[in-house]
Structures are given as C-alpha cells and as structure tokens.
Nanobody, 119 residues
Framework: QVQLVESGGGLVQAGGTLRLSCAASGSISRVNAMGWYRQAPGKQRELVAVKPTAGSTNYAEFVQGRFTISRDNAKNTVALQMNSLEPEDTAVYLC?????????????WGKGTLVTVSS
C-alpha cells in the first residue's frame, strides 16, 4: 500500500504565495511521476503540474509561470510553489503519484489540501 500526505494549504490574499508539499510512503519500488491536480467547487478535477522521473514537466496553461513544481526523488516528495495567487486558484489541491509497487504500476491520490485565495 502507498500513502500520499499533503500539507501547506490555507487562506491567502490575492497576490500572495503558498507552498504545498506531499510525501509518498509505503511499498514503492519506483516512482514514475508525481504531481498536483486541483478541484474547485462544482468543477471537474484538472491538472496543475506533473513532473515525471524521466521526461519533461507538464504545467497547465492557467499556471502561466506562477507555479513551480519540484521533486526530491530520494525522499519521494513533491512540492508546488504557488506565487501570484488569484481567487480563481481557490480549490482543493490533490497530490498524485504514479508508482511501481509490488511489481504493479498504480496511481495514488492524496486526500487533498484546501487553498483559499481571497480578493
């Protein structure tokens, strides 16, 4: 079993910054990718950023250079630095990991951390 635990959400004013962190633990043989999605009330879950272990990082268009994803491969962690936050960024942010565990390729999600941006 693999667990993802997020931290770092909260309330911030428009233009402010937040840093989200996520740690993966459990029976992990290899991490293929880690990243972040978000889901706003009444909207579908959408990609924010994903950073593969091998390959290019993928950012959503709405990030527009405001967010930066980083990983510590040795610790199986991923972080999302969010700058110039806008009220439209208000959502639950969910950590995502694609891993090989017990010989099987699986995807896992964290429970999410709420980010609220006030105008």
């Amino acid at each position: 079993q693999v667990q993802l635990v997020e931290s770092g959400g909260g309330l911030v004013q428009a233009g402010g910054t937040l840093r989200l962190s996520c740690a993966a633990s459990g029976s992990i043989s290899r991490v293929n990718a880690m990243g972040w999605y978000r889901q706003a009330p009444g909207k579908q879950r959408e990609l924010v950023a994903v950073k593969p272990t091998a390959g290019s990082t993928n950012y959503a268009e709405f990030v527009q250079g405001r967010f930066t994803i980083s990983r510590d491969n040795a610790k199986n962690t991923v972080a999302l630095q969010m700058n110039s936050l806008e009220p439209e960024d208000t959502a639950v942010y969910l950590c995502f990991a694609s891993v090989i565990t017990l010989g099987v390729n699986r995807s896992y999600w964290g429970k999410g951390t709420l980010v609220t941006v006030s105008s």
